[in-house]
């Protein structure tokens, strides 16, 4: 067991983030430590769920490069890619609604914006641009800027708000 720096709390070994305050529990000496350096067989066992649940949308078992992990449900959602994709939730008369829809997953409560931020394949690479969402997006713990595309790699954990997700990237490197 590991003990939340901020709150105290009790949680697992290899837990990300603490449940009760939300702060990031994977830390190096002097600064954020990467989800990709923690156990292997976290992020090895995040993936084979990954494609074990992603048989549940058949639309894109195959085809799907990319799937997000909501860190909160264990729910894996894979992204059906044209040029861009964009996340966000709906509300009640939203003109422009996003192709991923995270309400389901309490993205009001969290603050999660209605466009918050969009994932697009760029020159070989999976990117995100935070949209000029009011709360923020951050990448492992670090907040981007607005309108600036961000690479991701395979096991990345983007907030979006207070929402984690981890980023999964089928056939990386």
């Known amino acids: 067991m590991i003990n939340c720096p901020h ?7 290899g837990t990300l983030f603490c449940m009760e305050c939300g702060a990031q529990l994977v830390f190096s000496d002097s600064e954020f430590q990467s ?3 923690i156990e292997p067989e976290l992020s090895q066992d995040l993936e084979a769920q990954a494609y074990t649940n992603i048989a549940s949308y058949p639309e894109t078992s195959s085809t799907s490069k990319i799937s997000l992990s909501i860190l909160e449900t264990g729910e894996v959602v ?48 999976v990117v995100i641009v935070d949209l000029g969402s009011a709360n923020g997006t951050r990448i492992n713990g670090i907040k981007i ?23 999964l990237i089928r056939g990386r490197n």
Request: negative net charge.
């Open 145 to 167: 800027e607005p309108n600036v595309p961000h690479t991701l790699l395979h096991g990345d954990v983007l907030t979006l708000g207070k929402l984690k997700i981890q980023v």
């Open 35 to 37: 989800n990709r350096d």
């Open 78 to 125: 894979p992204l059906v890619f044209r040029e861009e994709t964009t996340l966000g939730r709906v509300s009640d008369g939203q003109p422009i609604i996003p192709d991923l829809d995270l309400s389901p997953f309490s993205a009001y409560e969290a603050g999660v914006s209605r466009l918050h931020a969009s994932i697009r394949q760029q020159e070989g690479q």
């Open 7 to 13: 709150c105290k709390n009790e949680m697992f070994v």
